[in-house]
């Protein structure tokens, strides 16, 4: 079956800590995303990537990078600059170029400090 | 700067009632889908709306999009239990030349559809 695999599910942070969350995706789609969500709160974009070694900041990457060499990969790495990293985090993918077609998503890490 | 409104946040109804979820936007967009999300899962699609006046159903779900008033609105119909969910409307901010849509996002109605 086609879809988006995140990996963890949960992750815990130390202080000082680098993470990276995994994303994989076996839909052939050419752009990836990723957004955060808070509890109450609607997804906010992070980065998002276009193509293979492409990718753009979104409303909120401070704290965060992300690095797309296949096309299939877009991992986001939490870095210890991010000081509130709690929060749900969710990859999602689709076609481009004109194809109208909704974001599909992954089921989502859930971060947390230690 | 595009803004996403819903209301309400929160809705409480009973089973076989109906009801209106809204979606206003600030600025001029074509495009626009909704989501459903059950809690700690991921998000769904339920519609894509690509036109003014365009209508969409799927079961006791029914979306529709007034870009000239920009609002796009899902109506459920006697409502069920299994509806219980968060629903999120996003917004197309931005095609980018290479295709990619940056959507921004509702802060979602949380829907409980009590017995």
């Known amino acids: 079956d086609g879809g988006i695999t995140q990996s963890p599910k949960y992750l815990f942070r130390k202080e000082g800590q680098n993470v990276t969350l995994s994303c994989e995706q076996n839909l052939n789609h050419d752009a990836m995303y990723w957004y955060r969500q808070d509890p109450g709160q609607g997804l906010r974009l992070i980065y998002y990537?276009?193509?293979?070694?492409?990718?753009q900041k979104g409303d909120i990457a401070e704290g965060y990078s992300v690095s797309r060499e296949k096309k299939e990969s877009f991992p986001l790495t939490v870095t210890s600059a991010q000081k509130n990293p709690t929060a749900f985090y969710l990859c999602?993918?689709?076609?481009?170029?004109?194809?109208?077609?909704?974001?599909?998503f992954g089921d989502g890490t859930r971060l947390s400090i230690l | 700067e595009l803004k996403v409104e819903q209301n309400p946040l929160f809705l409480s109804m009973q089973e076989g009632k109906n009801y209106t979820i809204y979606c206003n936007y600030s600025?001029?967009?074509?495009?626009l889908y909704w989501y459903r999300q059950d809690p700690g899962k991921s998000l769904e699609s339920l519609f894509v709306l690509l036109s003014n006046g365009a209508v969409k159903q799927e079961g006791r779900l029914m979306a529709s999009l007034d870009t000239k008033a920009r609002l796009s609105t899902l109506h459920i119909t006697a409502a069920v239990h299994d509806l219980s969910a968060t629903y999120f409307c996003a917004v197309v901010r931005l095609v980018t030349q290479g295709g990619s849509e940056k959507l921004v996002f509702g802060k979602g109605t949380k829907l409980t559809v009590n017995p």
């Open positions: 990537s276009q193509i293979v070694n492409d990718f």
């Open positions: 600025t001029t967009s074509d495009r």
């Open positions: 999602a993918s689709s076609m481009s170029r004109g194809a109208y077609q909704p974001q599909h």
